[in-house]
């Protein structure tokens, strides 16, 4: 029982993972994007909590007001469209980029 609790686990961290390198990192295609917009979701927000509520408000109704990016980027590229994945799967993917790009993380 619990093997298969735990292989349960396993695969549907693989799942969560490859969707996120499916709807995140299709467009996204490298790192350094990432990081960038960590390090201004870190500074506007400080904390985990308030950093993924942002980015999970921002994805659900983007908006230019609720970006972190600098209007020259947002003039150039636009502002992202409007998530169709639902709260929960967003909330897994945030956690994930999250889990993955957080600045404590970088800190040795």
């Known amino acids: 029982m ?3 609790a735990l292989l349960i686990l396993i695969l549907s961290s693989f799942l969560n993972a ?3 390198e499916e709807e995140c990192l299709y467009c996204h295609t490298n790192d350094f994007k990432f990081n960038m917009m960590m390090k201004k979701y870190t500074t506007k927000y400080s904390s985990e909590k308030r950093i993924k509520k942002a980015i ?3 994805l659900k109704n983007p908006t230019k007001d609720k970006s972190v990016l600098p209007l020259g980027y947002i003039n150039r590229f636009g502002i992202k469209d409007e998530t169709f994945l639902d709260d929960k799967t967003l909330r ?3 956690d994930i980029y ?3 790009f957080n600045l404590k993380s970088k800190i040795y």
């Open 2 to 4: 619990v093997k298969t």
């Open 18 to 20: 490859s969707l996120f």
């Open 56 to 58: 999970f408000e921002y």
């Open 92 to 94: 897994d993917m945030i």
């Open 98 to 100: 999250y889990k993955q």
